[in-house]
Each structure stands twice: as structure tokens, then as C-alpha cells.
């Protein structure tokens, strides 16, 4: 009994000491004084592998996930002779929800898992101490890119989600189903509030961005340097992004849209 | 190079430990300009954890470390980061940066610390490269270099600032005698050439003391014997003569503590 209390209080205080450690690296690699010059170019590198490397993925998930929105939506609809509202349907479960969380989740697999497992084998190889022996901090050079990478390219990647879901579902809705065109888009466009569906849709994803990238670059950077270490880490990226994703997403709904 | 620009390094009474097992207990040692020391001792014994002491990049529990009477771990972040464009390190894998060519790799820390022209900075990567035997690789990528090859072009990028200070940590480890050879007669041609401060982490016994002017023995957390490789093999201590000949038998245990066989094969215990 008192061993398993023991190892419980171990993992608390490990899991304690490891978010002061991710707080601590968040603030040395962004905490600094901007050096454009010197920045710029790691970052657009980043944002290459970060961002534009993860549009393939993104825009046959987005197709398809619209094209199944409008597919179901049409099946459930028409029974109730409403089928002019697939718009509005898809519209609004991508621009709120599905565009944000399953954009978010896609890159975790996609982006987070690469940079962790990138900057774990940097570790490993010693080349972030080499950095740092040279006199080039890591935070600055290796971290902060990454970090901003990630800020900025999920709500983009969201934003052409929830383009591309939509086009997947007038796909589907008016040219394969045949529901009118006018009222399936002036449906979508009566209904969809740019404030508190597309805004609050983007405020989601810059939430998601920011803990999913943190996540991935803390987990490599703090990954036991190792080959089992770095498997590890990358998993935690994954599992840990997505908890973190699914649990926020609902606290950010209840935020926004519980009071309707 | 003026004797003035060479960097005298001290430790003085250093304590360090790592996961509460005790790496160093009060150890001191005086690192001198110009010259090639080496810090010798087992596997395990902690010598890649003092050129990380001494370095920075780790933090001992007390003591100091001094270099040219800097106290390394009393300095802030950027202070540390000056101290250390003045010191050159061969990392036991060589640690080149993966995304980059050979060519990138060298001209690196000059393009960070420095504002040379291209040009200029072209010249000086080739020298160098020349200096290591790597030109005509110069542009192949670090994935396309043998273990030798690779060692090699670290060395030239350790050498790129032409640093006061150079670490190497086990320089020899894994090299076939060619490389190994060629890696001695590096090491020995840039101490005479640039007249640096060489520290050389080493467990192989004839390459270092070839090169070595002094050395350090460490085992178990503190320096077990010093002086120069002539006064070395002197030394009557059996734990220093076991190393030095490579014995299995002798103070230094070949095995990790653990109860004796008997007592945990029929002891009735079946904890592993």
C-alpha cells in the first residue's frame, strides 16, 4: 500500500516537475529579443515542414469528411423534407467543430509526432549540445522556429479544412444529390454567424496550435536520448495532443456556445 | 599566437552527482595553457560529464570550474554563450548537423559569430577542411561520411573560430587504426599549430599517452593519479597499473556490486 502511494507521489511530482520544465522552455525560446533577420529564414524552413508538407493530408480529410456530412446529413434531412438545409449542416459542424478538433488531430499525427521525434534524435546525436557549444542557443535556433511554425500553420490548415469540407459537401449535396444550388449556399449563408461560428472556430485552432506544437516540441526536447526513449516521446506527442485537443475543445464549446 | 591568448582552465573542488549516485568527489584539477592534458579512467567514470562541467552545460553540486579566471557557472546565459565561442569540442559522435552539407556544418560558427564576407568565409571552410583532409567532401552530407570522416569534419568545425580552447571526448573510440592514426597526428599538429588548450578524454591508453603532456587518472569520483605519461607508467599503485595493462584482476571490480552468486542463486530468494 504505502509502496503504491509512494510510486503515485513519484509519478505526481515527475509530471509536476515536467510542466515547469515545458513552462520554463517556453518562456527562454520565446522570451526574447526579436532578431528578424536571423529568424526568418529558420522559420519559413519550418513552416515548409511543418505547415505545406501537411496540406496533402488536410485536404483529403477535409474533402471526404464533407462529402459524408453532406451524405448524411441529406439522408437524416430528407425525412423531414428539410434537405435544403444540408448546407447550413455541414457549414456549421466544420466551421465549429469538425474543421478546429479534426485539423488539430491530423497535425498531432502528421507535424507533432516529426518535430518530436526530430528534435529527440537531435538530442540523441548530441547536436543540441553541439549547438550549444558552438554558442548558438538551442531555444532560439532549434525551438523557437518550431513553435511558431506551429502557431501560425494550424488555424491556416483549419481555415482550408473547413473550405475544402465544404466543397466536399455541395460535391455531394448539390451535384450528386441534387439539391437546389441557391438555397443550399443561401441556406449556409443566412445561418453561419461570422463572430460566433467562423471566429470562435478560429480561436479554437490558435488554442490547438498553440498546445499541440508545445507538446511536440517539449516531448523531444525532454525525451530520454535513446531509441526506446524517443518511441516514447513521440507516442506522448500523440496521445497527449489528442487528450489535451478533445478535452479543450470541449471546454472552449462550453465557453462559446454554452449559454445558447 | 602570444602566450597571452591561451586559456588556463581550474577545477577546483568539484562535486557533482547524477540520479543520487555521486560522479565526482572533490575533484581539482589544473589544466594547462598550450598544452595537451588528458583525462583518462573507465568507462563510467564521468570524463564526457567534466568536459560538460567545464563547458557549462552541466551545473555541479560545489565547487568551481575557472576558465582564465571566469567562473564558468557564475555567468549569465549570454556571458556563457561568449565563453564558449572561445572553446572547440569533438563530441564522441562528431555531432555534425544532420540538414547540413559538410561545407555548412564548418562555415557555421562562422557565419553566427562572425561578419565575414562570403568569400572570406569560403576560404577559411576550405582551409580548414583542407587541414582535416576533407575538401573534396566538402559538399557531401554528413550521412555520407564514414565514422573517420565524420570525426574529422567535426574537427574541422571545432577548429572553425580558431578557439583558446579545445575538448576532445574520446577522439579514438570506434576508429580503425588508419583513422586513428590520422586522428593522433591531428590533434598533436594543431596543438603545435594553433598552440590551444587540449583536453582529451580518452580510455585508450598508448594513442593519448602519445600526444598527451599531462594526464589525469580518474576512477570512482576522484583523480586517482597525475603527471606526465613518463611519470605515469611509474606509478606503483596497483589500481593505476591494472588500468594502465588492462586487467581484468585487481582493485578495480569487474563486476557491478551486487550479493555474492551463491547467496542470490541458493539463497531461496527469487527477487532478480
Known amino acids: 500500500m504505502i509502496d503504491k502511494l509512494q510510486r503515485l507521489g513519484k509519478d505526481v511530482l515527475g509530471r509536476i516537475a515536467a510542466t515547469g520544465r515545458a513552462g520554463q522552455m517556453l518562456v527562454q525560446s520565446l522570451v526574447v529579443p526579436p532578431a528578424p533577420k536571423e529568424m526568418f529564414p529558420l522559420l519559413v524552413k519550418q513552416l515548409h515542414f511543418v505547415g505545406v508538407l501537411s496540406l496533402v493530408i488536410i485536404l483529403v480529410s477535409g474533402l ?14 430528407v425525412d423531414y423534407g428539410s434537405e435544403q438545409a444540408v448546407g447550413q449542416m455541414v457549414a456549421l459542424s466544420l466551421v465549429r467543430e469538425l474543421a478546429p478538433v479534426v485539423t488539430a488531430l491530423l497535425f498531432a499525427g502528421r507535424a507533432g509526432s516529426a518535430v518530436t521525434a526530430e528534435i529527440g534524435l537531435m538530442k540523441a546525436t548530441e547536436q543540441l549540445a553541439s549547438y550549444e557549444m558552438i554558442g548558438v542557443d538551442p531555444m532560439r535556433r532549434i525551438i523557437a522556429p518550431r513553435l511558431w511554425a506551429g502557431f501560425i500553420s494550424l488555424p ?4 482550408i479544412f473547413a473550405v475544402v469540407g465544404i466543397w466536399g459537401g455541395s460535391l455531394v449535396a448539390v451535384d450528386w444529390l441534387g439539391i437546389y444550388a441557391g438555397s443550399f449556399w443561401a441556406n449556409m449563408q443566412a445561418s453561419v454567424d461570422f463572430t460566433t461560428d467562423v471566429l470562435n472556430g478560429v480561436i479554437k485552432s490558435l488554442v490547438f496550435g498553440f498546445v499541440v506544437i508545445w507538446i511536440a516540441v517539449f516531448q523531444g526536447y525532454d525525451a530520454v536520448p535513446t531509441s526506446e526513449g524517443i518511441s516514447k516521446a513521440t507516442t506522448r506527442t500523440v496521445v497527449y495532443s489528442s487528450l489535451a485537443v478533445l478535452g479543450l475543445d470541449f471546454i472552449l464549446t462550453a465557453m462559446m456556445f454554452g449559454e445558447i | 599566437m602570444t602566450s597571452d591568448s591561451k586559456s588556463h582552465i581550474e577545477v577546483r573542488n568539484l562535486c557533482f552527482s547524477r540520479s543520487g549516485r555521486s560522479i565526482f568527489e572533490d575533484v581539482s ?3 594547462e595553457p598550450g598544452k595537451i592534458t588528458a583525462i583518462m579512467g573507465p568507462s563510467g567514470t564521468g570524463k564526457t560529464t567534466l568536459l560538460k562541467l567545464i563547458g557549462g552545460q552541466l551545473r555541479p553540486d560545489s565547487g568551481q570550474v575557472l576558465v582564465d579566471d571566469f567562473n564558468v557557472h557564475a555567468l549569465n546565459r549570454k556571458w556563457l554563450f561568449h565563453l564558449r565561442a572561445r572553446m572547440g569540442m569533438l563530441f564522441q559522435s562528431g555531432a555534425l548537423f544532420t540538414d547540413m552539407t ?3 556544418n564548418v562555415a557555421f560558427p562562422l557565419r ?3 561578419d565575414l564576407d562570403e568569400p572570406l568565409i569560403r576560404d577559411l571552410v576550405l582551409l580548414k577542411l583542407n587541414a582535416v583532409g576533407l575538401r573534396g567532401a566538402a559538399e557531401l552530407m554528413p550521412s555520407e561520411l564514414s565514422g573517420g570522416m565524420a570525426r574529422r569534419a567535426a574537427l574541422a568545425r571545432a577548429i572553425a573560430l580558431d578557439p583558446d580552447i579545445l575538448m576532445y571526448d574520446e577522439p579514438f573510440a570506434g576508429q580503425d587504426p588508419i583513422a586513428m592514426g590520422v586522428l593522433i597526428k591531428l590533434i598533436r599538429k594543431l ?3 594553433l598552440g590551444h588548450t587540449s583536453i582529451i578524454v580518452s580510455h585508450d591508453i598508448n594513442e593519448t599517452l602519445s600526444i598527451a603532456d599531462f594526464v589525469y587518472l580518474i576512477s570512482d569520483g576522484r583523480v586517482l593519479a597525475q603527471g606526465t605519461p613518463d611519470e605515469l607508467i611509474k606509478i606503483e599503485d596497483p589500481r593505476v597499473l591494472q588500468f594502465l595493462n588492462g586487467e581484468a584482476d585487481g582493485p578495480v571490480p569487474f563486476h557491478f556490486p551486487a550479493p555474492s552468486l551463491s547467496a542470490q542463486l541458493l539463497g531461496g530468494s527469487r527477487d532478480r
Open chain 2, 112 to 114: 553566427v559569430h562572425t
Open chain 2, 102 to 104: 559538410v561545407f555548412e
Open chain 1, 156 to 159: 491556416i490548415l483549419t481555415m
Open chain 2, 191 to 193: 596543438n603545435q599549430a
Open chain 2, 29 to 31: 584539477l589544473s589544466i
Open chain 1, 64 to 77: 471526404f469528411i464533407g462529402m459524408v456530412l453532406g451524405l448524411q446529413g441529406y439522408t437524416i434531412l
